[in-house]
């Protein structure tokens, strides 16, 4: 389970369990800390007399300058007076990914007096958008400064120990994501934290950047890492195979397994496999992170909650798949982020992706306020909606491959199978599988080469190509229709 790391006068540190006054104390003991007004310890009714006026500037920003939902206003009707305060977000229809990835450009805020604050900082990349091409996230300086205080305030939610050497074990990608990205900004905003970087990811033959796995292990090792920050399944498959070569990672304190949920049982085997290699009770931590936030919401402690880290920046409901109202607290429904000081990209009522439950009741660890997800099924936070697929950390649309192998020469029938490396291992590898049945006389290899090219712009995703027979796919004999995609994964509680 979690500890928090109090420093003392003689640079020690005493770990002590999380309660909320344990909590206070281990803010008090960091000067950055205790000198931050952090709306997560005020009162319910002091964040949404805060979060309200908010709402309001959002709105004036979004009748000035955005292309969507001004039309969206128009053809329901909302005029500018209809929106003021929170209470209003449920005038407003839910967006969806498909409406995002359709149309990026038009959720970017285009002010009428744009100022410095407003010129473009950074470009995210979030799934794929109907052409096939990653859909762009952009953020502002003003918006690059909220975020800023959202790692800040992330880090001491989950109870980073100061000064303590973070390994980034996210991959390096085609495309930026904010994995890699936000984890390297950890090092400016930690307390004193040395970040160290394992620069894994897919190759690039011209410029040979990217490091192994074997390189990160022993950056780990040698480095002497303490709070590391990645992938939960590639985090787990770099843990066994350290812990094959016995190698001691007696250091690690702190886990941050980000990107897929981390259930009890995959908790468990990591924690297990770490103290094997010496490290004393390690804290597993499932943060929920997604781009459109552009950080994570961090667990206090083991299972406690995601807890929303800048209920200034952002305000999340649970709302009925059918009705879009919202639900009552602990109960399930779609999750949805409002974006309440955002210049850059701005979203309203948007839709995650996922299913799952949130409380606004003050959390018992550490005594915050500003919303958290809780446990409603199993012992994970959220389950994916149909909509879209978690792949290896990264939401990807099945449409987009299925409309790129369908518009492929020579495809005379395929098949996206969503698998693991090990089936029997519900905690191995994600895998990516694309069956094709090849029309007589094309050039297989070629066809390959393509298909992986598409692939990579569509989804950034490098899948296992198998070239097999017709009635392996779809044998009329045996289905009424072809099942172009499945997801053979292990349903993990």
Sequence with gaps: MSVLYIRQSDGSFEKVPVTPENTQRYIQSVDLYREDDDPMFWSKDKIRDMQDPLFKRQMEWVWDGHDFYKSLFKENGIEPGDLTTLDDLEKIPLTYKKDYMADPDAFKLK?????????????????????????????TIHDEHGIWQLLFRGIKLGGFPPYARVMNLFPVGPVPHIGFFRARDIGMWGVGCLNMYGCTGMPNAEFPVHRSMDYAIDLIESGKAEVWLGIASFMRRLLMKAEQEGRDF???KHVQALGEACPQAMRDDMRNRLKNMGAEDPFISNSYGFTEMQGAMPECTEFSGCHNPSPNLYFFEVVDEETGKRVADGERGLFCITHLNRRGTVLLRYVIGDIGAMTNETCP????NGGRTVIAVGSTYATRTAELVKLKGTLINPE????????????QEYQIIFTKKDLEDPYSLDDLIVKIAPEDGFDTKKMETE?????????????KIEFVSMEEIFDPTVALKAYRVLDLRPKLD
């Design 365 to 368: 660890h550490c005594g915050r």
């Design 111 to 139: 002010p009428s007096e744009p100022t410095i604050l407003d010129w473009i900082f950074e470009v995210t990349y979030t799934t794929g958008s109907t052409t096939g091409v990653p859909t762009p996230f952009w953020s």
């Design 400 to 411: 987009i491959m299925r409309d790129g192998l369908a518009n492929t020469p020579g495809v």
């Design 250 to 252: 007696s250091s690690v």
């Design 451 to 463: 298909i992986q090219t598409k692939l990579m712009t569509a989804v950034e995703m490098r899948a």
